[in-house]
């Protein structure tokens, strides 16, 4: 078996992301608490999602989220990213569209507010602004 069959979720955000959480959380709580307080019965399936050898079940989303101390919304985009175009996948995207984390809904707002809820087109120039702010 080649690293791509055993691990096939490795290389996807989402397993990075749970990875990187957890080595932040490591000077307040172990992998196995992050684990039991997310209500994997053993740690090794915590495990196998942040190596990339499972991907994160959906109805795991909100309890794995508080105990990464993280926006669930956005962990739920990267949990279905790695669905791919599985009927799930497409099924959530086609119903919900653009999912959006709490950071992104606080621009949204600010968007809102600071065109007076006229709902403006994105122009070139309101693109490159916006780019500029991430130095892009």
């Known amino acids: 078996m080649t690293h791509s069959e055993t691990r096939p979720y490795a290389n996807t955000r989402l397993a990075k992301f749970v990875e990187r959480r957890i080595l932040e959380l490591r000077p307040k709580k172990t992998q196995s608490a992050i684990a039991s307080e997310a209500g994997f019965s053993q740690h090794t399936m915590l495990v196998n999602i942040k190596m990339g050898t499972s991907k994160l079940p959906l109805d795991r989303v909100p309890a794995l989220a508080k105990a990464l101390d993280c926006d669930a919304a956005m962990l739920f985009m990267l949990a279905v990213e790695q669905l791919g175009n599985d009927a799930t996948g497409v ?24 065109s007076g809820h006229t709902d403006p087109s994105l122009t070139s120039k309101a693109r490159s602004a916006i780019r500029g702010i991430f130095g892009k």
């Open 91 to 114: 099924a959530i995207r086609r119903i919900f569209g653009t999912l959006v984390t709490a950071n992104e809904a606080d621009w949204l707002e600010e968007i809102r507010d600071a």
